[in-house]
């Protein structure tokens, strides 16, 4: 069932039911044809904007988490800094 999926498949197959719709058919079924057409249409662009909307939040939790991971690292050497540094009373 993976082959409903590809867009190969589903353009020939809008290619000729609208090539089909050309013939002289009652005009339910060539209403039914453009319908289909433009719902599946739709279908697609939704699709592709959910997993761009997806890609762009997982980027952004990367860069989030990244930054977060340099923060803290950030932190980490300044605390070995200041631990290792002698105070007045220690060097005098």
């Given at each position: 069932?993976?082959?409903?999926?590809s867009t190969k498949v589903w353009f020939a197959?809008?290619?000729?039911?609208?090539?089909?719709?050309?013939?002289?058919?009652?005009?339910?079924?060539?209403?039914?044809?453009?319908?289909?057409?433009?719902?599946?249409?739709?279908?697609?662009?939704?699709?592709?904007?959910?997993?761009?909307?997806?890609?762009?939040?997982?980027?952004?939790?990367?860069?989030?988490?990244?930054?977060?991971?340099?923060?803290?690292?950030?932190?980490?050497?300044?605390?070995?800094?200041?631990?290792?540094?002698?105070?007045?009373?220690?060097?005098?």
């Open positions: 069932m993976e082959f409903l999926r197959f809008w290619f000729v039911s609208l090539f089909v719709g050309l013939l002289p058919l009652p005009p339910a079924a060539e209403l039914v044809i453009l319908v289909g057409f433009l719902s599946h249409t739709s279908y697609l662009v939704r699709d592709r904007f959910r997993r761009a909307g997806l890609r762009r939040a997982l980027a952004k939790a990367e860069k989030a988490e990244e930054e977060e991971y340099r923060r803290r690292q950030r932190r980490r050497a300044l605390q070995g800094i200041s631990a290792v540094r002698p105070t007045r009373s220690e060097s005098a």
